[in-house]
Nanobody, 116 residues
Framework: QLQLVESGGGLVQPGGSLRLSCAAS????????FAWFRQAPGKEREFVAS????????YYATAVKGRFTISRDNAKNTVYLQMDGLKPDDTAVYYC?????????WGQGTQVTVSS
C-alpha cells in the first residue's frame, strides 16, 4: 500500500512561486507514474501535470504549461511540482496521484491560495 503526503502549499501573491512535494512511502516507487491534480471550490478535480516512472516523459495541462514543472527523485521517494508565475486561477487544493497497472493512490491534498 502506497501512502502519499503532500506539503508546500500556502498563500502566495500573484506572480509568486511555490514548490509542492509529494512524499511517498509504503512501497517501491519503481514503475509508478505520478501526477498532480487540483480542485478549486465548486469545480471538478482537474489534471495538472504527470511524469512517467523514470522521469523521461512529462505532460502538462494547457493552463499551466510553461509555468509549472513536475519532477521526481526516486532516491528520496518524492515527487515535486514547481509552480512559477502563479495566478489567482491557480487557487485550489492540489493532490498527488500515483498509479501503476490500474491501481491508483491519492494524497490528502495541500491548499494553494494565490491572492494579493
Amino acid at each position: 500500500q502506497l501512502q502519499l503526503v503532500e506539503s508546500g502549499g500556502g498563500l502566495v501573491q500573484p506572480g509568486g512561486s511555490l514548490r509542492l512535494s509529494c512524499a511517498a512511502s509504503g512501497a517501491n516507487l519503481n514503475f509508478y507514474a505520478f501526477a498532480w491534480f487540483r480542485q478549486a471550490p465548486g469545480k471538478e478535480r482537474e489534471f495538472v501535470a504527470s511524469i512517467d516512472w523514470d522521469g523521461d516523459n512529462t505532460y502538462y495541462a494547457t493552463a499551466v504549461k510553461g509555468r509549472f514543472t513536475i519532477s521526481r527523485d526516486n532516491a528520496k521517494n518524492t515527487v515535486y511540482l514547481q509552480m512559477d508565475g502563479l495566478k489567482p486561477d491557480d487557487t485550489a487544493v492540489y493532490y498527488c496521484n500515483a498509479n501503476r497497472g490500474g491501481t491508483t493512490f491519492w494524497g490528502q491534498g495541500t491548499q494553494v491560495t494565490v491572492s494579493s
